[in-house]
Antibody
């Protein structure tokens, strides 16, 4: 069973780049099943979809962050990563990595995010 | 971006109560919707996908329905472990968007 674990600095200075890694265990990141996803949640607030990457390297990003975000896959380390540049206090949040797949239901494919990391809190402060 | 509006934002209920949460999309999203449960300090957990399909291992007291723009999540008999915040998520198009959440707390 696939498990995910986030890692990275818990404190980032304003204007710098936030870099997080998600390690995949119990399965291969090369799997053509999963879309590897980043989601964040400011303390006490709701969830925000950041973007996702497929094993091929194909990415989709939230337009609200698109100019600052990069999600990539490192197959040699069985990891995928998030880089968010020019951070401000508004980027302070718990960041979750997740895996989503498509399942066949009544002849059509539907997406579900069924694997989650435990989350890592990142604070942007000088 | 498609806006997902959940209602209510919070509700108080007792063990054994029937609880219904709604999610409305700003445009049609077919059945491309999931429901997630989140407890404090924990990652969200998938309950429902494809608007009405129960994820493996999720108790049958959870059910959901809807298509197009209007969706509902129902807990038929609220249990102590169900006190949590519930989110809908549309994946019809990018960016995927969550509802703002519905907090279910103890009455």
């Amino acid at each position: 069973q696939v498990q995910l674990q986030e890692s990275g600095p818990g404190l980032v200075k304003p204007s710098q780049t936030l870099s997080l890694t998600c390690t995949v265990s119990g399965g291969s990141i090369r799997s053509d099943v999963y879309y590897w996803t980043w989601i964040r949640q400011p303390a006490g607030k709701g969830l925000e979809w950041i973007g996702r990457v497929y094993t091929s390297g194909s990415t989709s990003y939230n337009p609200s962050l698109k100019s600052r975000v990069t999600i990539s896959v490192d197959t040699s380390k069985n990891q995928f990563s998030l880089k968010l540049s020019s951070v401000t206090a508004a980027d302070t949040a718990t960041y979750y990595c997740a895996g989503g797949d498509y399942v066949l239901v009544n002849g059509a494919y539907f997406y579900r995010v069924d694997v989650w990391g435990q989350g890592t809190t990142v604070t942007v402060s000088s | 971006a498609i806006q997902m509006t959940q209602s209510p934002s919070s509700l108080s209920a007792s063990v054994g109560d029937r609880v219904t949460i709604t999610c409305r999309a700003s445009q049609g999203i077919r059945n491309d919707l999931g429901w997630y449960q989140q407890k404090p300090g924990k990652a969200p957990k998938l309950l429902i996908y494809a608007a009405s399909s129960l994820q493996s291992g999720v108790p049958s007291r959870f059910s959901a329905s809807g298509s197009g723009t209007d969706f509902t999540l129902t807990i038929s008999s609220l249990q102590p472990e169900d006190y949590a915040t519930y989110y809908c998520l549309q994946d019809y198009n990018y960016p995927h968007t969550f509802g703002q959440g519905t907090k279910v707390d103890f009455k």
